[in-house]
C-alpha cells in the first residue's frame, strides 16, 4: 500500500512538473521577448542628413548600429537581403541660444535634431510597433540636448550625447508593444 502511495505520487508530481512546463512553453527569457522573434538580422543604410553639419549621418549611422548590437538579439548586417531595413534621414537640426549675459555671449545653448525613421521587412511592409499605424512620413524622432560653455561642455559633447540618445530612442522603438 505504501508503495502505490508513492507510485501516485510520483505520478502526480511528473504530471503536474508537465502541465506547469507546458503553459511555459512559449515563453522567452531576457532581451528576446522584447523585440519580433521573425527577425534576425538589421540592414541600416548610411543615414541621409538634410543638415550643414558634415558627418552627422555617418555618426548617427555608427551608433545605431552600436545600439542595435548592443541592446537587441538582432545581427547588423551589410546587405539589403537582411530580414528588415531600418532607414533615417535627419530632417532637421537646430542649435538656439537660451540664455545670454549683458555682452551677448552664450551661456546656455539648445541642440535639437528631428530624425524621420522607416522600419521595413524584406518584402518592404512597414514594421509597426505602436498600437496606431502610421505612416513613415508621421514617423519623426526628436531630441535634444543643453551644453553650457562655464561647465567646460561644447558643442561637440552636446552632439554627441544627442546622437547617443537618438540611437537609444530608435532602438527602442524596434521592441514590440507589451
Known amino acids: 500500500m505504501l508503495r502505490s502511495r508513492r507510485r501516485a505520487f510520483r505520478c502526480c508530481l511528473l504530471l503536474s512538473g508537465f502541465y506547469l512546463l507546458s503553459g511555459c512553453a512559449t515563453y522567452h527569457f531576457g532581451n528576446r521577448s522584447l523585440f519580433p522573434s521573425d527577425i534576425q538580422t538589421v540592414y541600416v543604410p548610411m543615414v541621409q542628413s538634410a543638415s550643414f553639419r558634415p558627418g552627422l549621418g555617418e555618426v548617427l549611422t555608427e551608433a545605431i548600429c552600436k545600439e542595435i548590437e548592443d541592446t537587441t538579439p538582432f545581427k547588423v548586417v551589410s546587405s539589403p537581403n537582411a530580414d528588415s531595413v531600418l532607414t533615417a534621414k535627419i530632417i532637421a537640426d537646430t542649435k538656439r541660444v537660451i540664455v545670454e549675459n549683458k555682452f551677448d555671449e552664450q551661456r546656455s545653448t539648445d541642440v535639437n535634431y528631428q530624425v524621420q525613421v522607416n522600419w521595413t521587412n524584406r518584402r518592404g511592409?512597414?514594421?509597426?510597433?505602436?498600437?496606431?499605424?502610421?505612416?513613415p512620413q508621421f514617423v519623426v524622432l526628436g531630441q535634444s540636448a543643453v551644453y553650457i560653455p562655464e561647465y567646460g561642455q561644447s558643442y561637440t559633447t552636446a552632439?554627441?550625447?544627442?546622437?547617443?540618445?537618438?540611437?537609444?530612442?530608435?532602438v527602442g522603438m524596434m521592441e514590440v508593444p507589451w
Open 125 to 135: 511592409d512597414m514594421i509597426r510597433n505602436g498600437p496606431l499605424p502610421l505612416p
Open 159 to 170: 552632439e554627441q550625447q544627442l546622437v547617443q540618445r537618438m540611437a537609444e530612442q530608435i
